[in-house]
């Protein structure tokens, strides 16, 4: 085994009105749009990527909005939900904002000692907030959400698996994650202490069909190794497991490979450098389309193929 992975590093989904995806993170949820930029290999799309101030590793979920994307379906195969970690006691916070603002949420209920709200995305994506006391991480300071009660980053991730055994294997075998706790079709795995997104929790759904990946579903899970010679020396680990790697691929904010695991999930090993202060400013993250060089002599086009987007400011009601 390489060196132990250290958590999720981003989340990756699928969305469909760029301007209600932007709306619903920023304003309902308050995370910071830390980079505006475009898919690479389909630059007529938005890639949007919700952070913390910095949109450190563990913090990232990042967006492409297909406007015309068909609804996907959760099935196995799948990371089925995504986790955000939020202060303890947050959680009537949060039910009450989420109710006034017209969001799709569920009762809170009980899961290995912490307290759990589930809701929805205007796509369907499936969301939780996990009440954490222990959590690290800090929120963005700037949003619309109170600081004591503003999410810190991802909790976990849950997969949806036919079999458990060999993910379970790659997880902890291979990627240096432990058993933390189970119960009944529920396997949880951690990364050492001390990281904000360092759980994933495997659900056993044997008699699950496979998921359908569009609009309101995760396309990948990212996990966080420190640098690029880690990241060779991890490639050469997948490859020599026959999980079939892909070529290193330049992200401009991270280095990252890809490929699937046992169940069929995509996942991909990101560098945690450059980050996203490699081409704009702390206090102006997200403020302006970025597009890597090799896009740069296309800009005229693709700003005007893009939706204008307008991101409302911090203390502005967001729509529902």
Do not use: C
Not at 64 to 83: L, N
Request: charged content about 20%.
């Amino acid at each position: 085994m390489d060196q132990p992975l250290t958590g999720i590093h981003h989340v990756t989904a699928i969305a469909t009105n760029p301007q209600q995806n932007a709306e619903f993170y920023t304003g309902v949820l308050g995370l910071r749009l830390v980079k505006k930029t475009v898919n690479f290999d389909d630059p007529g799309t938005y890639h949007f990527y919700f952070g913390d101030e910095l949109g450190r590793p563990g913090t990232i979920l990042t967006f492409f909005p297909w406007p015309m994307a068909r609804r996907g379906s959760r099935g196995s195969g799948q990371a089925t939900v995504t986790s955000f970690s939020v202060p303890d006691g947050s959680l009537g916070f949060w039910s009450q904002r989420l109710a006034r603002l017209g969001v799709l949420a569920e009762e809170p209920t009980s899961r290995f000692d912490e307290e759990v709200l589930t809701f929805y995305d205007p796509d369907g994506l499936k969301l939780e907030l996990v009440a954490h006391a222990e959590e690290a991480g800090e929120p963005w300071s700037s949003g619309p959400v109170p600081a004591r009660h503003a999410i810190r980053g991802f909790h976990s991730v849950t997969l949806a698996v036919r079999e458990v055994e060999p993910t379970a294997e790659l997880l902890t075998q291979t990627m240096g994650l432990r058993p933390s706790d189970t119960g009944g079709d529920r396997s949880r795995f951690e990364a050492a202490p001390g990281v904000i997104g360092r759980r994933v929790d495997l659900l056993h759904t044997p008699d699950t069909g496979r998921g359908h990946i569009a609009a309101g579903t995760v396309h990948h899970v990212a996990w966080r190794v420190p640098d690029e010679l880690s990241q060779a020396a991890w490639h050469e680990t997948i490859a020599h497991l026959g999980l079939q790697p892909t070529p290193v691929q330049d992200r401009q904010y991270f280095k990252s490979i890809y490929f699937r695991e046992p169940a069929g999930v995509l996942f991909e090993f990101a560098t945690d450098p450059p980050g996203f202060t490699r081409d704009e400013q702390p206090n102006a993250l997200g403020s302006r389309l970025q597009l890597p060089p090799w896009l740069e002599p296309r800009r005229d086009h693709i700003e005007r193929v893009l939706p204008p987007i307008e991101i409302l400011a911090p203390d502005a009601e967001p729509t529902p």
